[in-house]
């Protein structure tokens, strides 16, 4: 249940930072979150991962469809890639890796609990 609300929360405040501030506030995001909900380092990762790649895939699919592929199209042919389909993909990696590694970097600069 905590996963699910670390999820929901990544997510939820990547897309409304995603629109108030420029595109880096993804890291803080990731931070924040992992601050708030501390998580052991790999489930850290991949929980903000998961949620900003989906945020940012999401708003970028969105917006590509809105304005008919073009800026896809014209962004998948300087990347070299086959098709205008794969930069929501490409953009969600890149905002996936942006928050999951600032996530882990909070995860595993805690202090340990020692039994």
């Given at each position: 249940m905590?996963?699910?609300?670390?999820?929901?929360?990544?997510?939820?405040?990547t897309?409304?930072?995603?629109?108030?501030?420029?595109?880096?506030?993804?890291?803080?995001?990731?931070?924040?979150?992992?601050l708030?909900?501390p998580?052991?380092?790999?489930k850290?990762f991949?929980?903000?991962?998961?949620?900003?790649?989906?945020?940012?895939?999401?708003?970028a699919?969105y917006?590509?469809?809105?304005?008919?592929?073009?800026?896809?199209?014209?962004?998948?042919?300087?990347f070299?890639?086959?098709?205008?389909?794969?930069?929501p993909?490409?953009?969600?990696?890149?905002?996936?890796?942006?928050a999951?590694l600032?996530a882990?970097?909070?995860?595993?600069?805690?202090?340990?609990k020692?039994a």
């Amino acid at each position: 249940m905590r996963t699910l609300i670390y999820i929901l929360s990544a997510l939820a405040l990547t897309i409304i930072a995603g629109y108030l501030f420029p595109w880096w506030v993804v890291a803080l995001v990731g931070l924040w979150i992992q601050l708030l909900l501390p998580l052991r380092a790999g489930k850290a990762f991949g929980c903000t991962f998961l949620a900003a790649f989906l945020g940012w895939a999401v708003v970028a699919l969105y917006y590509d469809i809105n304005n008919h592929h073009i800026l896809s199209g014209r962004m998948a042919t300087l990347f070299g890639l086959p098709s205008g389909w794969l930069m929501p993909l490409v953009t969600g990696l890149i905002g996936g890796l942006v928050a999951g590694l600032s996530a882990l970097t909070l995860a595993l600069l805690r202090p340990r609990k020692t039994a």
